[in-house]
Structures are given as C-alpha cells and as structure tokens.
C-alpha cells in the first residue's frame, strides 16, 4: 500500500499536479534544504555540459514552470524509467 502511495505521489509531483502553485511556495532556509536532500536522498554531482544544451533545457524547464536543475532531475528519472522497462520487456521476450 505505502509502496502504491509513494509511486502515485511522485507521478503528481512529476505531473505538476503537486507542487507548481506559486501561494505555496516559499524560501526555506539552509539547514531545512539540507534535511530536505537528505530526505529526499539527493547528492550533488558536478557534470560538463555543452553551453547550448543548459541554455535548451533552461527553456524547456520555463516552460513547464520548473528550475532547470529539477527538470533535468526529471528528464533523467524518466529516461531511466523508459529504459529499465524496455530493458526488462526485453529480458522477458527472450526468457531470461
């Protein structure tokens, strides 16, 4: 049950149907977005990318209301999510 509440409840924040209304949103202060990454198990990384691609994901992130860097979080657990399912429909077509 948990495990069916916690999948609905990211596929909402996915989805903007949690979370994109400005009213709610406020600047929480440091050792809150600490705890916040904790819980949430966020890690810092640090990645090259072409100048031209930030600049097309920053638009794209706009338009959809979103920060760049929580768009390209969810570009990327998409990608991952599309790729372990065809991965594993393919693991089942050849039987193993």
Same mark, same amino acid.
């Given at each position: 049950? %948990? +495990?069916?509440?916690?999948?609905? #409840? *990211?596929? !909402?924040?996915?989805?903007? *149907?949690? =979370? ?8 929480? #202060? #440091?050792? $809150?977005?600490? !705890? ?11 990645? %090259?990318?072409?100048? #031209?691609?930030?600049? +097309?994901?920053? +638009?794209? !992130?706009?338009? +959809? =209301?979103? =920060?760049?860097?929580?768009?390209? %979080? ?13 991965? *594993?429909?393919?693991? $089942?077509?050849? =039987?193993?």
């Amino acid at each position: 049950m %948990r +495990d069916t509440h916690k999948k609905h #409840s *990211e596929e !909402a924040w996915e989805n903007h *149907e949690l =979370g994109s209304t400005e009213g709610f949103v406020r600047k929480v #202060s #440091s050792e $809150r977005e600490k !705890a916040l990454d904790k819980k949430l198990e966020l890690q810092i990384i640090s990645i %090259r990318l072409q100048k #031209s691609l930030i600049e +097309d994901l920053k +638009d794209l !992130a706009g338009e +959809d =209301g979103l =920060g760049y860097q929580p768009y390209i %979080r969810q570009v990327l657990r998409q990608y991952v999510r599309n790729e372990k399912r065809k991965r *594993e429909k393919h693991l $089942r077509i050849i =039987g193993r």
